[in-house]
């Protein structure tokens, strides 16, 4: 089974950084793509950045030029780099990763995003005062 966990949240203050880890275990598609999603509570859920099996990276306008996404194969584990945070972006955050498709919709962002990437982990919690 696919397994996706979480790391590296907590409170920071605005204008601080974090870097968000995500663990990978059991995934056994060369093609993919990955990527982070936010969700405050009674909101949807917003795509954040994503990066697929040959390293394109795509990032949200939302949150560009502020976060990156990143992975290291080596170590299966996809990173989500946070700068200059903002109150607004307290939310739990989360990893996904898809079921070995790739397209347009990894870059782009559609409404149905997420359900693309079916493959989330539990989330860690970042809070930013």
Not at 4 to 26: I, K, P, T, Y
Not at 64 to 70: D, P
Not at 90 to 108: D, F, I, N, V
Request: aromatic share 12%; net charge neutral.
């Amino acid at each position: 089974d696919v397994q996706l966990v979480e790391s590296g949240g907590g409170s920071v203050q605005a204008g601080g950084s974090l870097r968000l880890s995500c663990v990978v275990s059991g995934y056994r598609y060369s093609t993919y793509c990955m990527g982070w999603f936010r969700q405050v509570p009674g909101n949807e859920r917003e795509p954040l950045a994503s990066i697929d099996s040959d390293g394109r990276t795509s990032v949200a306008d939302s949150v560009k030029g502020r976060f990156t996404i990143s992975q290291d194969g080596a170590k299966n584990t996809l990173y989500l780099h946070m700068n200059n945070l903002k109150p607004e972006d307290t939310a739990m955050y989360h990893c996904a990763a898809s079921g070995g498709q790739l397209g347009r919709w990894c870059y782009e962002f559609p409404v149905n995003w997420v359900s693309w990437l079916y493959n989330w982990g539990q989330g860690t919690q970042v809070t930013v005062s």
